[in-house]
């Protein structure tokens, strides 16, 4: 009987706040679109000269502000620019002529790729590392772990990156160079998913995927080391404050094993704050590392994002920087929800 | 009889920045199968003697003893291992609150049952930690093994860690302050259930509170304590004819429900008794 009422009442809460949640995330969005446009119409870039020379004759001119609705007043042009955001239809770009939707469609997997390879990197090692710190916490292996994270804060990533380049590639020959595949394998196989591990794995090239291993290898790593320096260190200081509850005492009185103790009792409730952390630096390094892709040659979103700015490519920036804030908002919600998973507290109160 | 824990001239010292700090000095006693009281105001040391019994001593602390020997076994030099087998499975705690004693994100059974498991029971974990849930006269223990700590009232937590404690039938629990949490209706209840069960089963007691009279009550011998040291140990029964100033001057301040004497009595401390 009591459990059918506890459904009754739970009932409308769930549905309350997914209510609630979708309003937030459109509201988030929303204001993301204005702040696009505005951006767009107050920049000293004029978006009809980008589309016809600075030689065009004033009635072409005329012509393609016409055309490009700048006649209309700026409400309308903000429906206008919705409307057709919403279709995912943010325009040209001047400098390739193809829908931005499609040059990031290209990129993005790129990033996407290097990213989620870095933050597993990041996370397998940085976990661990973090926790170890705490448990030794003063011990030599508590600096170590300071040190590298010290290094991982300040060393900057083209220099590092390009110091790898020259050991690993250059002097070793232990992976490939920059870029994310062999010219001689790129045609071996046909990118569907534009994920290049996944698409040449599912379609058993398994050379080509060895190649793309080892051109992801440095920068991923490269990432993976920085988000590590991040999540290790966080993860020390939440496990300092886990270990030092009072259930950690209770588990003792138990009998409990010291492993089990840290790895069961205090860490399961140290990955509550954690998953935050970790799904923010996965958003960061989604946003596309402008200065690793840069120095790795790859053809991410960062690299896409840092060309159309210095070509004065307006449209492009913006429906980047609409995908990246929509990105950012989409990790926000992963991390509450597991976030709910993860903490029976947060749970059942809505 | 031998005892079942000797403790001679326990010492535990904390560094700070003047030097150690010894907020035990040297405190002595033996416990058969009885329930010992430990009295003390805060800072007397009381908690840190508790916790020394089971080897956890906070790590900056040192505890040192002449003789710490639980059933035989010296404790002073126990291994891990040796520490494993006696925690939970002989010699238990009860905390102070359930709040921050039990582990936030797992559910009560969950807790209860790796207690069990811990020493030995895996196939009965289920069946023994719903029938010491009983035990502790939780009605409908089904729904409190699924519950998560922050889903109980105060009363109900420390009734089920009362049940996590002594559901592997240890000899010895310790209870520190197991009630000065909880409200005041709820306090004599959950202490009865302690004391029967404790009763029942034959267990050592160390009862550990700034409560003289609920100790009195509860206990058959009172240690009083005060700055690190045990200044007077007395038969609860015999509370009336305590000698020490310090014990006189507390029993002195438990008001009457006759007589209201105005302006209240208050202890006055002597710097001898540090000594």
Not at chain 1, 148 to 171: H, R, T
Not at chain 1, 290 to 298: C, G, H, I, K
Request: charged share 20%; hydrophobic share 45%; net charge neutral.
């Amino acid at each position: 009987m009591k459990t059918s009422e506890g459904h009754h009442r739970a009932l409308p809460t769930v549905l309350g706040k997914a209510m609630r949640l979708a309003a937030t995330v459109v509201f988030t969005i929303f204001g993301l679109l204005v702040v696009t446009f505005l951006i767009g119409r107050v920049v000293p870039v004029d978006p009809v000269l980008a589309v016809v020379g600075d030689r065009a004759s004033q009635s072409t001119y005329d012509k393609v502000f016409v055309e490009l609705g700048l006649d209309k007043p700026l409400y309308v042009q903000f429906s206008l620019y919705v409307e057709k955001a919403v279709t995912g239809d943010f325009g040209e770009s001047f400098l390739t002529k193809k829908p931005i939707i499609d040059d990031i469609a290209r990129a993005f997997p790129a990033t996407l790729e290097l990213a989620t390879v870095g933050i597993i990197i990041g996370t397998l090692f940085g976990v661990p590392v973090g926790v170890w710190a705490a448990v030794r916490q003063g011990k030599l292996v508590d600096q170590v772990v300071r040190i590298l994270g010290l290094v991982g804060y300040s060393a900057p990533i083209f220099w590092l990156g390009l110091l790898g380049l020259l050991v690993f590639y250059a002097k070793w020959g232990l992976v490939a160079g920059p870029g994310r595949i062999d010219i001689s394998y790129e045609y071996a196989f046909t990118p569907k998913t534009g994920l290049f591990l996944l698409d040449t794995a599912m379609q058993g090239q398994w050379g080509a995927f060895r190649n793309v291993v080892s051109h992801i290898a440095l920068p991923a790593a490269l990432l993976g080391y920085y988000s590590m320096a991040y999540i290790a260190r966080m993860t020390r200081s939440f496990m300092l404050n886990e270990l030092a509850q009072e259930y950690v005492v209770t588990a003792r009185v138990k009998g409990v094993a010291e492993w089990r103790i840290i790895w069961v009792h205090a860490l399961r409730n140290a990955a509550v704050p954690l998953v935050t952390v970790i799904a923010l630096s996965y958003a960061g390094l989604l946003e596309g590392s402008v200065l690793t892709e840069t120095v790795f040659a790859w053809p991410g979103l960062g690299q896409y994002l840092t060309n159309s700015l210095q070509n004065a490519d307006m449209n492009a920036v913006l429906g980047g920087t609409l995908l990246i804030g929509i990105i950012f908002v989409g990790l926000n919600l992963l991390s509450d929800f597991l976030y709910t998973l993860l903490d029976p507290r947060v749970r059942r109160r809505t | 009889m031998k005892p079942l824990l000797s403790v001679e001239n326990l010492r535990i010292a904390f560094p700070s920045r003047q030097g150690p700090v010894e907020v035990v000095r040297g405190v002595s006693f033996n416990l058969g199968r009885e329930r010992l009281g430990i009295v003390g105001e805060s800072g007397s040391g009381k908690s840190q003697t508790g916790r020394a019994l089971l080897g956890l001593t906070p790590v900056s602390g040192t505890a040192t003893a002449d003789r710490l020997e639980f059933d035989g076994v010296d404790l002073r030099n126990a291994t891990a291992k040796q520490w494993r087998s006696l925690r939970g499975a002989r010699m238990s705690m009860v905390m102070q609150d359930p709040k921050f004693s039990l582990n936030p994100v797992m559910t009560i059974g969950k807790q209860l049952m790796e207690a069990v498991k811990l020493h030995g029971g895996k196939s009965e974990a289920r069946d023994k930690s719903l029938a010491m849930l009983e035990a502790v006269q939780i009605r409908d223990p089904d729904r409190v093994m699924a519950a998560y700590p922050h889903e109980l009232s105060g009363g109900m937590g420390q009734r089920a860690m009362i049940a996590m404690m002594l559901v592997t039938e240890p000899d010895l629990l310790i209870a520190d302050e197991p009630t000065s949490a909880l409200d005041v209706t709820v306090q004599i209840e959950v202490l009865r259930i302690l004391d029967n069960l404790v009763t029942q089963r034959g267990m050592s007691l160390i009862f550990i509170s700034h409560d003289l009279k609920l100790v009195s009550t509860f206990c058959d011998r009172v240690l009083v304590m005060y700055a690190g040291r045990v200044v007077e140990e007395l038969d609860a029964s015999r509370m009336s004819e305590a000698s020490h100033p310090y014990t006189r001057g507390l029993l002195n301040c438990l008001p009457t429900i006759t007589g209201d004497s105005r302006p209240l009595p208050v202890l006055a401390r002597d710097d001898a008794w540090l000594e």
